[in-house]
């Protein structure tokens, strides 16, 4: 049975297809198909390739090995999805910045999947692609770090840069750039935007344990509340994932659950602040005269609904995850010498009229 080469191991022989085929207790064609996103739905079928090809470290193209310092004319972005407005601008930016260097934009999506996550970064490697860049929320857990690592060192022995793009770093030795955006920093601003105006109650929406976008704006929500001596009330995070419909669904469900106990809210993204919006209207309540309301993202439909929202630089996250990729990203980026492995990018505060200073009276 063939095995995964160990590190400094170059003289074995490359695995090949058949390699993974055997070691998989599948057909050569099953795994072709598998790795080409044809096949049919089969979930143990594809957990087994997808094992075969991270114990294997099969690289589709087995040249793809030799192709370090080889000229290379494409960059890769893989994201959830190519609907969700925040992907779309980080991939607009990817885009530009390709184009500026005279590359090809490639664009895979996982759908959230992690074993499509693997599959779309094994067919990059194989495209040759000179960096492969991850967008997106994840859990943050041992597997995510020791898979995240694996695909760092086999992107690395093809010639292939990793970039996290909105993602945690992954420590020293791993040969991966990280570029972020400070979602503490925002979420502790706009809660304190709101303590400003008088809220006491504010509702957060979207907390998600473990996930590492939601657990950050949460973590910069609960400092504003301490440094302002605000008593934290775990009772005023709702779960839930940021999309619109569930914005709606966590405020109707707290609104149906008993009398009113908040003043504001801090929506996890803008989508979510648009489903809460239309709850509060649907049970007569006014966004800001009954109840002031804060995003984050500044993405559609923030200005659509006069949202208060943080600015993240989604385009530029993209930029600068190419650039940095590229080795041009020093200058460019205002990133000091030396210094350019992992880079957090700032955001503000857009005010727009979603909130009211709030007047001596009950929620």
């Known amino acids: 049975m063939a095995r995964r080469a160990a590190s400094g191991d170059e003289g074995r022989r490359p695995t090949t297809i058949r390699d993974v085929a055997a070691h998989a207790g599948v057909s050569v064609a099953t795994v072709s198909r598998i790795l080409s996103g044809t096949y049919p739905s089969a979930p143990a079928t594809r957990s087994k390739v997808m094992r075969a090809v991270r114990e294997l470290d099969y690289v589709a193209n087995a040249n793809a090995r030799g192709l370090a310092g080889a000229s290379s004319r494409s960059v890769a972005i893989i994201v959830n999805s190519v609907v969700s407005p925040h992907y779309a601008h980080v991939a607009q930016g990817v885009q530009a910045q390709a184009a500026l260097e005279g590359k090809l934009c490639i664009v895979g999506t996982t759908g959230g999947d992690s074993e ?11 495209e040759h692609a000179e960096c492969v860049i991850l967008v997106g929320n994840v859990v943050n857990d041992e597997a995510y770090r020791e898979r995240m690592a694996e695909y760092a060192r086999a992107l690395a022995l093809a010639g292939s840069q990793l970039v996290l793009c909105g993602r945690p770093p992954l420590g020293p030795g791993v040969p991966a750039l990280v570029v972020e955006y400070d979602n503490t920093g925002g979420a502790y601003a706009i809660t304190s935007h ?12 979207g907390r998600r344990d473990g996930y590492t976008t939601p657990e950050s704006r949460v973590a910069g929500y609960r400092k504003a509340l301490a440094d302002h001596r605000v008593p934290h009330d775990p009772g005023l995070e709702v779960e839930g994932t940021m999309e619109r419909l569930e914005g709606y ?53 923030a200005a659509d609904i006069d949202l208060t929202t943080v600015h993240v630089p989604h385009e530029e996250l993209g930029r600068t995850a190419v650039r940095l990729a590229l080795g041009r990203g020093q200058d460019q980026a205002g990133i000091q010498a030396g210094m350019a492995e992992h880079v957090l990018l700032g955001t503000h505060i857009i005010v727009r009229d979603s909130v009211r200073p709030l007047r001596n009276q009950a929620p």
Do not use: K
Request: proline residues 5%; charged residues 25%; hydrophobic residues 45%.
């Open 194 to 205: 709101l303590l400003s105006a008088g809220h006491r109650r504010i509702l957060f929406l």
């Open 249 to 301: 669904r966590m405020v109707r469900q707290r609104l149906a659950a008993g009398p009113r106990d908040f003043t504001a809210i801090f929506a996890g993204n803008d989508l979510i602040a648009a489903g809460a919006r239309q709850a509060l209207r649907e049970h007569g309540l006014r966004v800001p005269d009954d109840v002031s309301m804060v995003g984050f993202d500044d993405l559609p439909p």
């Open 116 to 126: 499509r996550e693997l599959a779309t970064v094994q067919l990059m490697r194989q």
